[in-house]
């Protein structure tokens, strides 16, 4: 990812950009025809990488996921302007199953989990795009067990009486049934214990890793965020207004003080801080 930064200074290293597998560029997103939630969004996630998509709530982040996945219009919302390519492939012209089936798959926030199935019952809906392949399904489903090992000890259990931590191992146990090369996660921190979202966050590098499945992961946790992405960028009200390599984003003084809470200097003032947000420095 740190030449794809470079590349975008000196168009003459394009050469040296690693492919991407997703592509987003200048897309606006409008909701109920009037409200303009995403202004002039870009982004690249780079084959086999993990990409932050950091920003604090209502910044856009989910919106962004779902204008990739195809799911907006259940939300009234529609890409007005821009495009989004998944493997040098537009995606509006695809439905949310068919992008399933070509291995773009999201992991929605707030874990979504069909209560009334067991583990073992929810794992399996996330095969349903692949017919009757039984012995594949089942391997694969052996193989997510050994992934989320505390999953197997509650197969049987209805997914509506395990922990919030056991519901998230369960979602994106689900995505991996349908053999993604790329999941989009959505907030997979949110209201978990800082143990389990460590646990979760190991699983998703090692999954990135073993299997090569590429991750888009949208998190306010912009500490975790950037210990485990490559390359992030930072949304403030519809707004791409920073994006850099891991390394970088968390050595910049605006991320350390109002998203990490580190102050490099003397404390500021809560009136410091109106005022930083009026001048709203990462937009001039």
């Known amino acids: 990812m ?21 592509s987003v560029n200048n897309i606006e997103v409008i909701y109920d025809h009037v409200i303009l939630v995403l202004k002039g969004v870009s982004l690249e996630v780079p084959r086999g990488g993990i990409v932050a998509l950091l920003g604090a709530n209502g910044a856009g982040k989910s919106t962004t996921l779902k204008a990739i996945s195809n799911l907006l219009g259940a939300e009234r919302g529609v890409v007005t302007k821009g495009s989004i390519e998944y493997e040098n492939t537009p ?15 999201q992991v929605m926030e707030g874990r ?44 049987n259990s209805l997914a509506g009486y395990i922990s919030g931590g056991e519901q998230q191992m369960t979602a ?3 995505a991996l049934m349908s053999r993604p090369k790329m999941i989009l996660l959505d907030e997979p921190s949110m209201g978990l214990a800082p143990q389990l979202v460590e646990e979760i966050f190991e699983i998703v590098k090692q999954l990135n890793t073993d299997q090569g499945v590429s991750v888009l992961l ?5 500490n975790m965020a950037l210990r485990y992405a490559q390359y992030g960028y930072v949304l403030e009200n519809g707004r791409v207004v920073m994006d850099g390599d891991a390394k970088t984003l968390r050595e910049n003084e605006d ?30």
């Open 2 to 22: 740190q030449k794809t930064a470079q590349a975008k200074q000196s168009p003459g290293t394009a050469a040296e950009t690693p492919p991407s597998i997703l």
């Open 91 to 105: 995606v509006h012209a695809s439905s949310p199953d068919e992008l399933v089936k070509s291995g773009c798959i």
């Open 112 to 155: 979504h989990c069909f209560e009334h199935l067991t583990v073992d019952e929810n794992l399996l809906t996330g095969a349903h795009t692949r017919g009757n392949a039984r012995a594949s399904i089942k391997r694969d489903l052996e193989l997510v067990y050994s992934y989320f090992p505390r999953l197997k000890d509650r197969r």
């Open 172 to 174: 994106i146990g689900r």
């Open 218 to 222: 949208a998190e306010q946790n912009t």
């Open 255 to 284: 991320i350390k003080e109002f998203y990490l809470g580190i102050s490099g200097g003397d404390k500021k003032s809560f009136r410091e801080f109106k005022h930083y947000k009026r001048r709203k420095r990462w937009l001039a």
